[in-house]
Nanobody, 121 residues
Framework: VQLQASGGGLVQAGGSLRLSCAAS????????IGWFRQAPGKEREFVAR???????FYADSAKGRFTISRDNAKNTVYLQMNSLKPEDTAVYYC????????????????WGQGTQVTVSS
């Protein structure tokens, strides 16, 4: 499966962005999708994940502000980000793996190219 992340940009603190992760290939519903982010000089960190069946999990930093969803008919996963903070600034990556979703980025086999999110104060 190939992934294409999009939707990043520059936004003021308190604003919103919606990231998209479009997948090519068959059997998209068999793949769990995770969103991760990496800020300069920091480790890649888990943001949110969704199973093929739609179960969702969030990092504590994302709970209450971010919503992950998927449209299997469009082979797309979304990350709606509200109430953005400067500390959300990072490159955001989507990743896919067959089977259960995971918050461990090392367990994902397929990665999108990343999309930059910058939140100004």
């Amino acid at each position: 499966v190939q992934l294409q992340a999009s939707g990043g940009g520059l936004v003021q603190a308190g604003g919103s962005l919606r990231l998209s992760c479009a997948a090519s290939g068959r059997s998209f519903s068999n793949y769990a999708i995770g969103w991760f982010r990496q800020a300069p000089g920091k480790e890649r960190e888990f943001v949110a994940r969704i199973s093929g069946g739609g179960s969702t999990f969030y990092a504590d930093s994302a709970k209450g502000r971010f919503t992950i969803s998927r449209d299997n008919a469009k082979n797309t996963v979304y990350l709606q980000m509200n109430s953005l903070k400067p500390e959300d600034t990072a490159v955001y990556y989507c990743a896919a793996r067959q089977g259960a979703s995971s918050g461990n980025y090392q367990l994902y086999n397929y990665w999108g190219q990343g999309t930059q999110v910058t939140v100004s104060s």
